[in-house]
């Protein structure tokens, strides 16, 4: 079993940044795709980013340029960096972890296995 934690979530002002983190424990060995999702208030869960063992990474364009990916393997955790954060940024972010999933298919969320409970982030002045 495979359990993944967010944290980093908080209140920043327009412009401002944030870092998640998404730890995963339990049997992580084969896990080779995290993807982060987005669900903000009274909206379907949206993708965010995406990355695979060797650093391979995805971004949908609302973000691109502002948030980055990149992962501790010693530490078994994937960071989200989010930059010029936006009052549409605003959303509970979620990670979810699989053991592959292929670019072309990662943005609709369906073939992850395993998800964190997630981490608000609220942008507002």
């Known amino acids: 079993q495979v359990k993944l934690v967010e944290s980093g979530g908080g209140l920043v002002q327009p412009g401002g940044s944030l870092r998640l983190s998404c730890a995963a424990s339990?049997?992580?060995?084969?896990?080779?795709?995290t993807g982060w999702y987005r669900q903000a208030p009274g909206k379907e869960r949206e993708p965010v980013a995406y990355i695979t063992t060797g650093t391979s990474t995805n971004y949908v364009d609302s973000v691109k340029g502002r948030f980055t990916l990149s992962s501790d393997n010693a530490k078994n955790t994937v960071y989200l960096q989010m930059n010029s954060l936006k009052p549409e940024d605003t959303a509970v972010y979620y990670c979810a972890a699989e053991i592959s999933v292929a670019v072309a298919t990662w943005r609709e969320g369906d073939e992850y296995s395993y998800w964190g409970q997630g981490t608000r982030v609220t942008v507002s002045s």
């Open positions: 339990g049997s992580i060995l084969s896990m080779s795709s």
